[in-house]
Every structure is written in C-alpha cells, then in structure tokens.
C-alpha cells in the first residue's frame, strides 16, 4: 500500500475531472496535460499536514491559468475524497492535504499483512536494468574509496529490483590498459624475490604493497626459476594472466565481506580477444557519420589527455552535446578507453539492455556527457545510460585521519575497514549522505551504539531510505522514553488489552517498514542494543 502513489492518482483525477468539466483554460483537454509531472510527498513542513502536492505548479502553464487559482479548483475537488480531512492551499499554489485519523490503521494493517514485503512494487513492469558499480582496476585489493560506491550501486540496484524491475549487476573487469603491465611488472619483481631469495627492489611507478608478495610466491612454486633471467615479452602474457585473475579473487573476496556480489563480470579484454569489437563499432559509427577523420584543435587553458596533433579517427561527440570531438585510436593504434568503453556499452545494448546505470567516482565527472552520446549513437537512440556520481570518502578515528594500510603500501584497504567496524555498519554509513556529496567516515564513532549513532537507530536515491528510516527510529525512540514519563503513553497498558494490542501493532508495524528498508540497504537489522 503506497500512500503516495494513492494520492498521485487522486490529484491526477481532480484534474483530469476538471478538463472535462471545462474548468481549465479553454479548450485544455486531459489528453493536453503532462500529469506524469505531479509529485506528491510528505511536506517539508510536518504541520502543514500529511500530504503535499506541485499539482498545480507544475501543470498551471498547461491548463493556461495562474497557479494559485487552479490550486485552489484542484484543492475543491481533492476535499471530497474519501479519508481526506483537510485540505489547504499554501503560498503560490502548493497543496497540502491532512488525512482522517481512521486512515492510518489501514495504512498498519496493509504493513502487518505485507511484513518485510512492505513498499515493493511492480511499476519497474519487469524492465531489463543493467547497473554497473565499482569495477575497480584488478591491481589490487579494494580501497575505502570503492566501497562508498560499491555500497552505492548495490543498494540502487536492490531498490529498483523491489521495485519491480529486472536488474542485472556488473562489473567491468579493465584488464586491456596498461596499468595491468605495470601490475604483471610488479608480480615479476614479487616473484624472483621467491625464486632468488633476495629482496625486491619495487621502484616508482610499480605497485609496492605487499599484498602482491603470495602472488610472486605461488608463481615461483609454479615455474620455479625459470622465467628469473627471460626477457619480458617471455613472462610478461603469463604473469599479467595469472595476476588479473589473483587481483580478482582478493577484490571478490572483498565485495563478498561487504554482502556485494554480482551477476556478470565483463572481462574489457574480450572485446578485442578473436572478434575485434571496438573495430567493429568504430565503423559501424563510420558509416552513420559519427565517426570521420580529422584534427583536434589545440586545447584551451589546462591539456587534453587525449590530445594529439595528428589526422585521426575522431568520434562527433560535439552533435551530442559534448564540448570536443574525441579520438578513438591512439597514434600507435591501440584504442583509446573511450573507444573500448563505447564499445562495452554497445554489447550491454546486444545483450537486450535499454537502460543503463553507471556508477563512477565523482572525477570521471567530466566523462558523463561523452558517453551518454556515445550510447545514444551506437545505439541509435534506443538505449539511455544514465551516470550516478559518489564522492570520495574521508576517513578518521577519533577525529584524526587515518593513515594509509601497510599491507596496501598506499591506502587503507576496504576489507580492514569492514573487518574492523562491521559489513553492516559500513554500508549504513556510506547511504547515510547523498552519494553526490563528500563523506566523512570516523571509525570509532560509528562502532558506537547510541541514539546519536544513526546505524544502529535499527537501519531511488538510496540514501532517502536511509534517511527515512533513521528519523522513524529516532521517532520511535523517542516515543518509547515519552512512556517512561508518561504511563499513559507506554504500549504495553497492564489494564487495558485492547489497547496494549493495538500499541502493540504498531511495534510490529514499525519493525516490519525498518526491516523492509534495512534490506533493501542491504544491511541486517539488529534484534537488540548491546
């Protein structure tokens, strides 16, 4: 039972009611308005009542009147509906609407009956979803700054699948760049320290952390020392196999102790590997007249990356929008990341999906619009990728920063993070901001088990669920110290059973909506503080 969507279709009523009545502008037919646009939510302000409306905001354009006045038709139509006790028009023409107090044991009722069920909905009508989140290069374990979007993207995809849609989760697995070489450069110095027995000298440039030291180790029981004194074209294919698919169980593993797992890893290196792909696409977009030959101007104030004064194949991504052409092959005819990623997007659109979700660290901010054109062309505008950024994570304990983890050699690791404070927790906390924001994580504040710690106030934005139930919890809480002040106002009444039922109800109406929503969140609720 949803409250809300109740409603919508209550207002979407009044107003198509009035078109038919001519109390429009006229000539304005329901057919004419966009009621897709009507919202109605909990009022910022909770005494303005239980309900609001834009209704008439946003549809007084339309219906070709000043927004006040249709307000004020809209609100004489919604008075007469049933449960609805009051209804006010506020400042330049939003509604508010109190409900009858007899309401809202129906609302407990639909909770009770639905229990942990409560809220999910069939308006995703089965649609095929593919949310991509974390995809972390496979040099090495997962940091704490993959976890706010890996904790993200799990959550979202949760959320859209109670919602009725068919999600599939991915992970982009980037073995095709050259930081793979310089990982399969850093396992072969790990692994002639074993076979040799003399220490490694890990020079700039190379990943030092000692994580990658049982990597050199299984490789030097496995070849022995045959691979110390060959040249590196010899090693450098089998090491960078081998060490891909070690830097993937440890990132796996990771994702597991933080309750993420995925339905497809999609491996960049597949798209070249036979069947050349990104080829392919790049003269598919050749033929369409997205992709042509030509030169890049000289960039204006801070470099391009990218850029190379040189004729080339250049993919128009000006005619979408995007601020400059970008290239595709690079001057020794390797594909650039963008072509690989056009690419990859192309085969999740072969593979039946029309919606795509990205989740990427707040700097690819500057990549969004590029590859939203890039799918609207490869695709022929029949698949929409949609970008959600997260910004970073700061970490503390006790107010100080955190130091970087030795065994990483460069930062403090996901897993020390969960092992240390929790999966539960963890994933709270990184849904208790908005993703586009930057989070400040203090370890030793959110072990606490207090009512100022919100993870353990029990636990398509998934931090809106965060937020709700946390001020739900709070809300209850505070109602439960009431009783120790007020005998009257406590849920268990030795007197009066009917009453001590009915408190009793709403405990388990209210268990249920937080259970509901911590699962979502994919955290598990506590049965009690400790």
């Not at 639905?114 to 090495?140: C, K, L, Q, W």
């Not at 706010?148 to 799990?154: E, I, L, Y």
Request: glycine share 10%; charged share 25%; net charge negative.
């Amino acid at each position: 039972m949803n409250v809300y969507a109740i409603f919508a279709d209550h207002v979407r009523e009044a107003v198509a009611e009035l078109a038919r009545e001519g109390q429009l502008g006229e000539g304005r037919t329901p057919e004419g308005l966009d009621l897709g646009r009507i919202v109605v939510e909990p009022p910022r302000d909770p005494t303005h009542g239980d309900l609001a409306t834009n209704a008439a905001m946003v549809l007084a354009k339309d219906a070709g009147m000043k927004p006040r006045d249709l307000a004020e038709r809209i609100a004489a139509k919604l008075a007469a509906v049933p449960r609805v006790a009051k209804v006010d028009v506020a400042g330049p023409g939003f509604i508010n609407l109190t409900l009858d107090a007899a309401f809202w044991p129906v609302v407990l009722a639909a909770i009770l009956r639905a229990g942990r069920n409560f809220g999910r909905s069939t308006m995703g009508d089965n649609i095929a979803v593919n949310v991509e989140y974390v995809s972390a290069n496979p040099t090495g374990p997962m940091h704490v700054g993959h976890c706010r979007g890996a904790v993200f993207g799990d959550a979202m995809a949760s959320l859209l699948a109670f919602a009725g849609y068919k999600v599939t989760r991915e992970y982009y697995i980037n073995d095709a760049g050259a930081q793979v070489d310089v990982l399969a450069r850093s396992v072969f110095l790990r692994y002639r320290e074993a076979a040799t027995g003399e220490a490694a000298d890990i020079p700039d440039g190379l990943y030092p952390g000692d994580y990658l030291v049982p990597v050199g180790q299984e490789l030097a029981e496995m070849h022995g020392g045959a691979f110390v004194e060959a040249p590196e074209s010899e090693w450098l294919p089998v090491f960078r196999s081998f060490a891909i698919g070690a830097m993937m169980v440890m990132i796996r593993a990771d994702l597991a102790a933080l309750g993420i797992e995925f339905d497809v890893f999609f491996s960049e290196r597949s798209l070249t590997a036979g069947v050349d792909r990104v080829g392919l696409m790049i003269e598919q977009l050749r033929r369409s007249g997205e992709v042509y030959e030509g030169r890049l101007p000289p960039p204006k104030g801070a470099p391009i990356e990218d850029w190379e004064d040189r004729e080339q194949s250049l993919f128009r991504s000006t005619a979408f929008g995007d601020d400059v052409d970008r290239p595709l092959v690079k001057s020794d005819g390797s594909y650039t990341y963008f072509a690989g990623d056009i690419a990859y997007h192309k085969d999740k659109f072969d593979r039946g999906f029309r919606r795509m979700i990205d989740v990427w660290g707040a700097d690819h901010g500057g990549y969004v619009k590029r590859m939203q054109a890039a799918v609207k062309a490869v695709t022929g505008g029949q698949a929409s990728l949609d970008v959600e950024l997260c910004q970073l994570v700061r970490l503390y304990r006790n107010g100080e920063p955190v130091r970087m983890s030795k065994r990483a050699g460069s930062f403090v690791t996901l897993r020390e993070v969960v092992d240390e404070v929790g999966r539960d927790a963890v994933r709270f906390m990184m849904l208790f901001r908005k993703n586009d924001a930057p989070l400040d994580f203090d370890l030793a504040k959110v072990i606490e088990q207090s009512r100022e710690n919100p993870v353990f106030a029990a636990a398509r934005e998934p931090h809106r669920i965060a937020f709700y139930l946390h001020d739900l919890a709070s809300d209850f809480h505070g109602q439960w110290n009431r009783g120790n002040e007020l005998p009257h106002l406590r849920f268990i009444m030795e007197n009066d059973r009917e009453l001590t039922l009915a408190r009793l109800a709403l405990v388990h109406g209210v268990a249920a909506v937080l259970a509901s929503g911590l699962s979502v969140l994919g955290v598990e609720a506590v049965q009690e503080l400790k």
